[in-house]
């Protein structure tokens, strides 16, 4: 598969600059790309790798400047026109409509004639997958889960017991949607004086992965106590997350690797948790908010602000804490040496 330079140009809305009759092969990273390959550069940190490099075109922006020769498809949005180039070259799997002879599926099951449902994959009873979707192998739907059209399923995904995926959705391996969220009542006696106990509460409600949503390695949705746990539409999640019982993720935010939501807490649209960011239960995150990496968020946030730290504060004083703990050793020499010497230690001025 090959496009002229000014096919692309013309898929992206993009202008070449330079030879637009270039054939391209393949796209590729600024640093291995040759000449009949595409490659991007839209950070500026990347500045020499570009100068160096040897693709025979380069999507840019308008404004960056570019060496003498070089040919470039200039665009509004580098790395979103780069990626759409990339998914011609890389188009998404298709199914092959069939189930695997080794596959299991409940005759009360029902599977769309054109999904394909691999080898030791388990659709439980009364579940149901939807057209053109893809269930890989070791993938379990439990009984009465639904997975809507257009789904790609990858190995040893778990949809338990009547959860639901909607359409266009991405579950990478070992995904796992509605298991028991993480709910014990303290019983100080037991049952006919046995002792104290941990007893369990049980997760009788769902849980509910709106359209177009991709979801990473590993991560692991909780089922509700009662009701749904929701993952609002468009929204995508890194490897590694932990979302609690009856969390609801707002449409279009953005959790990266290792973010743990406790339970009840709810994220408003297009919120992003950078990594390691952890939330205490019960709380309302709201709409556009960002919270830096590691952060401890234990109060709401309000829409549209940054917040960082442990304990989470707002970025600017965040910030000026961080700047004060570096001068803390400084500032206690200071006041040791002011009640050696008998005076009066000055508190330090405001910034």
């Keep these: 598969m090959n496009f002229l330079l000014s096919e692309l140009a013309a898929r992206v809305g993009g202008e070449v600059q330079g030879d637009g009759g270039l054939r391209i092969e393949r796209v590729a ?3 291995e790309a040759g000449p009949a390959e595409l490659s991007f550069f839209a950070n500026p940190r990347y500045r020499a790798a570009f100068e160096a490099s040897r693709a025979g075109a380069v999507v840019v922006e308008p404004g960056v400047a570019v060496p003498a020769g070089r040919t470039v498809l200039r665009v509004r949005n580098a790395y979103l026109a780069f990626a759409r180039v990339s998914t011609l070259f890389h188009p998404p799997r298709e199914p092959v409509p069939e189930i695997a002879p080794q596959a299991a599926v409940h005759p009360s099951a029902h599977v769309h004639p054109s999904a394909q449902v ?3 994959a388990c659709v ?3 579940a149901e997958v939807g057209a053109r979707t893809i269930l890989f192998s070791g993938v379990v739907l439990g009984a009465e889960a639904r997975v809507g059209d257009d789904c790609v399923l990858y190995a040893n995904v778990n949809v338990r017991e009547r959860c639901v995926v909607g359409h266009r959705c991405v579950l990478q391996p070992g995904v796992v949607i509605g298991a028991d969220g993480f709910g014990f009542a303290f019983d100080p006696e037991g049952e006919e004086g046995s002792g104290p106990r941990h007893f369990k509460v049980p997760q009788a409600g769902n849980v509910v992965v709106e359209d177009d949503v991709e979801i990473g390695a590993n991560s692991c949705v909780d089922r509700a106590t009662l009701g749904s746990t929701v993952v609002g539409r468009g929204t995508k ?5 932990q979302l609690g019982h009856n969390v609801r993720v707002g449409p279009l935010s953005i959790l990266c690797a290792q973010v743990g939501v406790s339970g009840s807490t709810r994220l408003g649209q297009g919120v992003v948790l950078a990594g390691q960011v952890g939330l205490a239960g019960h709380l309302h995150v709201g709409d556009r908010a960002t919270l830096l990496a590691q952060s401890g968020v234990m109060n709401d946030i309000p829409a549209g602000e940054t917040w960082g730290g ?5 970025q600017r004083r965040w910030m000026r804490d961080e700047a004060m703990l570096r001068r803390l050793e400084e500032l206690s020499k200071r006041v040791r040496a002011l009640e050696k010497a008998g005076g009066t230690a000055r508190e330090p001025e405001k910034e």
């Design 124 to 126: 439980g009873p009364g």
């Design 310 to 314: 442990y304990p989470a504060r707002p």
């Design 29 to 31: 990273p600024l640093e």
């Design 237 to 241: 999640i890194d490897n590694l997350v």
């Design 118 to 120: 691999m080898p030791f």
